[in-house]
Each structure stands twice: as structure tokens, then as C-alpha cells.
């Protein structure tokens, strides 16, 4: 008999600030706990410079919130207690977790370092109703780690994850198919999981206020304002409709990737293009440097209010060329991006194989062959004579938002940056995520 579907979404509460204050008790028993004053974890205290990563609850009673300016928060707050942000240890407690989790289930999908999906569905038999072993897992979690979650209980990953930002912290909610007319669609179209401020604005512009207006809107309306795609989907979200399984992300040695926190946020195609391209530079040339090909190009992108969002798509063959990584990279965030101003953009190319086994395409153009050869022989030079020795048009202007080889410090060989530890000109000034050594997540 088949298993009814069930879903557990864990969401550890104020992570960076919690597991920051967990390890300054474990390594000092009489130090503060930063969780009880108004604190924050995220920029430079003395330069004023950064943004808030985290926030304890005290903090979150002046107003100050997650993501905005550090030098904002302190006029909210002027006793605001900063800390730097130790990524390492985030890690370790991410790491601490996810084993603590695997207790319950194989079938977990980490969705970034402080949350996760469970497929509970063939499991919960061993452990007890849903409500009370959801309980156990965030009281196990309290008592063995040293902080606090919030649980999701649903059918779906959607619902589990609407259900874990009900009220915090530590608690556990259940939002199954018969709870949405009462729990969700009462709640602003705002807190639909993949609606952005620009999406926000466009809905509430045609009446639509609550995400029960969405769910009872007939979505052909909604198509030429949204996008065929993204419609479609906001509109079965509204509906409590997710069919995507719990699975497992990509293993860390199995892509290749490079993200961008941007030095502005990017609400114009144009813009975002070009940041794509930067990132589709070196992420080309590490496939072509490990003599690699891939067959799955992903774009990932975050707004300025943290959502994040990706979007997949497999190529007609598979490739190293950072020209067909880019045209399809492009074409995605033009599918699913509602131009949300963002603040990283990320580009991973996956399912890879050794190019030495690939197959021969009946398709290609004499263009595309010559630009194959084109690109192996700027790799070769950029090598010998440095990075910065050949670079596109596009990115000589001084005040590109980004450099012309995103992370080309992480990313590219010694040698090719041999000229580059020297300094650049015109280069943008975020800071980079480097998604095969690690970052926020792990693939």
C-alpha cells in the first residue's frame, strides 16, 4: 500500500546568531549568550560597513531586520552588539545537524546550510504520529546542539516550508491540504513562498492581496502580467500544489560553480547579463581546464530581501563552452526572473563526465567549432601572460558592476594570475561564493 506523502521542513531559528552564541558557550560556559541581548552577526562593528546576517529576538524588537545596511541597524539600535560572521563554524553546526537528522530519514534534501527537507513518508511508522516525532526531533535538537528550530509539518515541500515561518521560535506547525483555507490563504500575498517584491507589486495592483485571492484568481489572467511559467507556478503554490520531491542536491565533487554577492542591487536584464557572463568566464574555464563537459546549466539568484531562487535546465548536448554556458544561463533568468532587485547571481553547471568520452554532435556548426578553438586558445594565453591579458568589450567600461572573470582569484590557475595578485582596474567590488569549495550551501 503506498505511503500517504509527508514532509518535515526544519528551519533553525536565526541561525548565524544562534550557532555563533552556541559556540562562544561551549568554548567560554560563563561568556554572554547573544541570543538574550539585542545582537546581530554580519559586517564590521568599527567601520560601519556591511549588512546584518542575523539578529536576535531583543534586536528584532528595535526594528532591525535581517539584510539591511549594518550602519542602519545601529541608529535603530545604538547598543546593537555586532560580531563578525565565523563561516567555518556555521559549518560545523550545519554539518552537526544534517547527521542528527539522517537519524530520522535517508531521504533528506539540505536546502541551504540552516534548513532541510525530510521525506518522513516511509519512515515515520518507526518513530510515532507526525506532531509528537516532530516535537522529539526539535527538542533532540535543543538538548544535543544547543539551539533552537521550527518544523514544518505537510505533504508537500511548499506547505512544510509556509508552515515552519509561522510563529517562532522553537515550534513546530502542521499545514496539511484541510489547514490552507484556514492558516494560509487568510495570509498577504507577500509571504507566498517565490513571490518577490516586483511580483507583490503586479498582483496588489490588480486586487490581488491575499494569497487566497491568488489561489482563487483564474491564472489566464494572471499570464500576461507574470509570465506564462512563473504564473503557473505562483498560482499552484497559492493552491498548496508542489509536486517537486524531496532530493538530494548535487554532490560537492559532481559541479562547477560560481556565484556573486553584487556591489549594488540589479533590478535591468542588461545588468544581470553581464554579471552572468562574468561568472559563465570562469566557470568555462575550470570545465575546460579539468578536461571536463557538462550537461545541466543551473542560474541561481537572491533579492535583496534573501529569497532565493533556481532555476535548471539540461542542454541539447553537453559542453564546456562558456558561450553556450552563457546563452542558456540567460535564457533562464529571463524565464523565471520577475525583476526583484537582486544581490547575488549564481551560475553552476553540473551532471558532469570527462570530455574524452563524449559524444560527437551531428549538429554543430562550423561557427560553433571555431568558437570552441577560439576559447581554448584565450584560456592558453590568459595562462601564460595572466587573466586580465584578454578581456570582452563588455566589460571595459570603469564602472562595471562586476570583473570580466568573476572569482578569477578562487577559480583560475596560478599561473593565469600571475599578473592579477597585482590589482585591476574597473572590477566590480562584491564578494564571491565559491559553490564547489563552499559557501552558504554545498552541491
Excluded at 56 to 72: F, M, N, R, W
Excluded at 172 to 188: Q, R, V
Excluded at 399 to 417: N, R, W
Aim: charged share 25%; proline share 5%.
Amino acid at each position: 500500500m503506498a505511503q500517504s506523502p509527508l514532509v518535515f521542513h526544519i528551519d533553525v531559528n536565526s541561525a548565524f546568531l544562534s550557532w555563533e552564541s552556541v559556540y562562544r558557550l561551549t568554548e567560554d560556559p560563563e561568556a554572554l549568550d547573544l541570543r538574550t541581548i539585542p545582537s546581530a552577526v554580519g559586517g564590521d562593528a568599527a567601520s560601519r560597513h556591511g549588512i546584518v546576517l542575523a539578529k536576535s529576538t531583543p534586536a528584532k524588537k528595535y526594528g532591525v531586520t535581517t539584510g539591511e545596511p549594518l550602519v542602519q541597524a545601529l541608529r535603530k539600535c545604538p547598543g546593537l552588539c555586532v560580531v563578525p560572521s565565523r563561516f567555518d563554524v556555521y559549518i560545523h553546526y550545519s554539518t552537526l545537524l544534517m547527521n542528527l537528522l539522517s537519524d530520522y530519514t535517508p531521504d533528506i534534501e539540505k536546502f541551504s546550510i540552516d534548513e532541510a527537507f525530510l521525506d518522513m513518508s516511509s519512515t515515520i511508522h518507526l518513530f510515532g504520529d507526525p506532531w509528537t516525532t516532530a516535537n522529539q526531533i526539535r527538542e533532540r535538537i535543543c538538548r544535543e546542539l544547543g539551539f533552537t528550530v521550527n518544523i514544518g509539518i505537510s505533504p508537500n515541500k511548499l506547505l512544510a516550508k509556509m508552515a515552519s515561518d509561522f510563529r517562532k521560535p522553537d515550534m513546530c506547525h502542521t499545514l496539511f491540504l484541510d489547514e490552507i483555507p484556514e492558516k494560509m490563504w487568510p495570509l498577504p500575498i507577500r509571504e507566498l513562498f517565490f513571490v518577490g517584491r516586483s511580483a507583490q507589486n503586479k498582483l496588489e495592483g490588480i486586487g490581488i492581496h491575499t494569497i487566497g485571492q491568488l489561489a482563487a484568481c483564474n491564472v489566464e489572467l494572471l499570464k500576461p502580467i507574470l509570465g506564462e511559467k512563473y504564473a503557473i507556478q505562483i498560482h499552484d503554490y497559492a493552491c498548496g500544489i508542489d509536486p517537486s520531491p524531496v532530493a538530494e542536491r548535487e554532490p560537492i565533487n559532481k559541479g562547477y560553480g560560481n556565484s556573486t554577492t553584487l556591489s549594488r542591487d540589479v533590478d535591468d536584464l542588461d545588468t544581470a547579463f553581464t554579471v552572468l557572463l562574468s561568472l559563465c568566464e570562469t566557470v568555462g574555464a575550470r570545465l575546460r581546464a579539468d578536461h571536463v563537459i557538462c550537461d545541466c546549466v543551473c542560474v541561481e539568484i537572491k533579492d535583496w530581501d534573501f529569497h532565493v531562487q533556481s532555476h535548471q535546465t539540461t542542454l541539447n548536448s553537453p559542453t564546456d563552452s562558456t558561450t553556450v554556458l552563457y546563452e542558456n544561463a540567460c535564457r533562464l533568468l529571463k524565464e523565471f526572473w520577475d525583476r526583484t532587485p537582486l544581490r547575488l547571481i549564481g551560475v553552476r553547471a553540473t551532471k558532469i563526465s570527462d570530455d574524452e568520452f563524449s559524444q560527437i554532435s551531428l549538429f554543430e556548426s562550423e561557427q560553433s567549432r571555431k568558437m570552441k578553438e577560439m576559447e581554448k586558445a584565450v584560456d592558453q594565453i590568459r595562462s601564460k601572460f595572466g587573466t586580465d591579458i584578454i578581456k570582452r568589450a563588455s566589460f571595459l567600461k570603469k564602472d562595471s558592476i562586476v570583473d570580466h572573470a568573476a572569482s578569477k582569484q578562487k577559480h583560475l590557475s596560478h599561473s593565469a594570475l600571475k599578473e592579477d595578485e597585482k590589482g585591476t582596474e574597473g572590477g566590480g567590488s562584491g564578494k564571491v561564493r565559491d559553490y564547489k569549495r563552499g559557501g552558504n550551501e554545498t552541491y
